[in-house]
């Protein structure tokens, strides 16, 4: 005897005959409605590397610590000479490398602006916006207004010599150039032009499809957010303390909200240096910045944790770098030192991006001699959605639904909000926008899309397609499954039938 689908399936329903849930309303049990269900489709997850918008590895291509060293000595030895000299192959190597998911440029303002009113950008800046858009790689920046590695006296334009007033600081004898260096006092008149910088940049750069992030800068040594130096030669290190703390409060507000005004596309970044400061944290809490975090080490705070893993705030959080080689653990040395034991720490902490090393020849180096690194950071890092249960139900006295049982097989949540599309096989399309930042992880999350009238009855043919976007700020991208390999042709949709597995 052969049974039509729909038969089958009417049977199906018939026989769901779920047990009553007692539900209290005002204090009074009652009948929960009844619930028939049918399961479509289960999916795995996927193993490996899952590149996505808001999450990845990061690689760095610097104005300084553009030097190499992958022991202690070298490392030492190396960091004071004159920095390496970036070639196009160089960057073009390391763009095309499997685990480049993001490439973040750190650059002296000095070597953005010649002039008033105009840009001129580097010549690395200029390598990586053609390499990333050949690639289709994702990219980030920051602009420092002052670095102790500068090879001049101070990173500012050379137009505002004698419009600023200059503080002398001295940072340690083993970065190149001058030892005497300055950066200028954060008067209006710096702020003022530090504006004018952030304006042109946004104008050029917030709508770049690929532009991923853009650090909050302006402030402290490599734009950091803090000035740890000796204000007198030979003096110990100090903090900054040439202005009062109410007037360190406006900088900060003002250069976040400067930087926010300029970007109104782009997700900007503090490092957390900034949440020393009252304007810092709210800007956190207000889930108008993401947050960046130094490379990990001991002196990483238990109030830093509540940041760095999003407890006040929602949003991504990077960390920077791990430098393979660099240091070897032996006895008695501290257990950051062993940089195998990281991408762990950042998985706890749900980082959405990490980096290894710090120009484009430490990435090159760890490719080539810690390939399992990379391997692990990209196991997880971020977020990596997919559907582990994809449910039909029917509610009495409702529509039918499609009720997606997802899982972030990730650490993080996602930084931005979900999509869900559904193409359905008559041409009937659909979306289902997921609240912000979810699904997090750990455990199946449902939620449910009605099923077009239009749709019902297309047994046994009928299928949906299915597909996810993310909406970052003012960005909207293609997201991939993270479900294995052999479940799907295409890494960006799942096709569903809508009668049971």
């Not at 990219?139 to 090879?151: A, G, T």
Request: hydrophobic residues 35%; proline residues 7%.
């Amino acid at each position: 005897m052969n049974l039509s689908t729909d038969y089958i399936l009417s049977e199906i329903y018939k026989s769901s005959k779920p047990t009553h849930k007692i539900n209290f309303v005002e204090g009074k049990p009652s009948l929960m409605p009844r619930e028939k269900c049918m399961h479509l489709a289960y999916f795995e997850p996927a193993v490996g590397h899952v590149p996505n918008p808001g999450m990845g590895i990061n690689a760095y291509i610097f104005s300084d610590h553009m030097h190499v060293g992958y022991t202690r000595e070298e490392w030492n030895r190396t960091e004071s000479t004159t920095p390496l000299q970036l070639d196009k192959k160089t960057v073009d190597t390391m763009m095309a490398l499997p685990y480049t998911d993001n490439i973040y440029i750190r650059v002296e303002w000095r070597d953005m602006q010649k002039a008033v009113g105009k840009l001129e950008l580097p010549t690395a800046w200029q390598w990586l916006i053609e390499a990333a858009e050949k690639y289709g790689k994702r990219w980030s920046f920051r602009v420092m207004n002052c670095s102790p590695h500068s090879l001049a006296p101070h990173s500012l334009p050379e137009f505002l010599g004698g419009r600023l007033e200059m503080i002398p600081y001295w940072h340690n004898n083993k970065m190149p150039g001058p030892q005497l260096k300055y950066f200028a006092k954060y008067s209006d008149e710096y702020l003022k032009w530090w504006n004018e910088l952030l304006q042109l940049l946004g104008e050029k750069f917030d709508s770049h499809p690929l532009l991923e992030f853009a650090d909050v800068s302006g402030y402290g040594l490599w734009g950091e957010g803090h000035h740890c130096s000796a204000f007198t030669q030979g003096g110990s290190l100090i903090n900054y303390q040439c202005d009062t703390p109410e007037r360190l409060e406006l900088v900060v507000e003002r250069l976040i909200n400067d930087h926010l005004n300029a970007f109104p596309k782009t997700p900007a970044v503090i490092s957390m240096h900034m949440t020393e400061y009252q304007a810092g944290r709210q800007a956190l809490e207000q889930s108008k910045c993401w947050l960046r975090r130094d490379s990990f080490m001991t002196t990483f705070s238990t109030n830093e944790t509540s940041f760095a893993s999003g407890m006040n705030y929602k949003g991504a959080c990077i960390w920077e770098t791990i430098l393979p080689g660099c240091v070897e653990l032996s006895e008695g040395k501290s257990p950051s030192q062993d940089f195998m034991q990281m991408p762990q720490r950042y998985f706890d902490i749900g980082a959405c991006y990490t980096a290894v090393g710090f120009n484009p020849w430490d990435v090159i180096y760890a490719h080539n001699n810690y390939s399992n690194l990379y391997k692990v950071l990209a196991s997880r890092i971020g977020y990596r959605i997919r559907p582990s249960i994809i449910w039909r139900r029917c509610i009495d006295n409702e529509p039918e639904q499609i009720v997606f049982g997802f899982v972030n097989d990730g650490c993080a949540a996602p930084p931005g909000e979900i999509t869900v599309h559904a193409n359905f096989s008559n041409g009937q399309m659909t979306s289902l926008i997921l609240p912000e930042n979810e699904p997090t992880p750990g455990g199946i999350k449902r939620y449910a899309m009605d099923i077009p009238k239009s749709v019902n009855g297309q047994y046994p043919e009928g299928s949906v397609r299915l597909s996810l976007s993310i909406r970052i700020k003012g960005k909207t991208t293609n997201v991939q499954w993270a479900v294995r390999s052999d479940q799907t042709i295409d890494s960006f949709v799942l096709d569903i039938p809508l009668y049971s597995i």
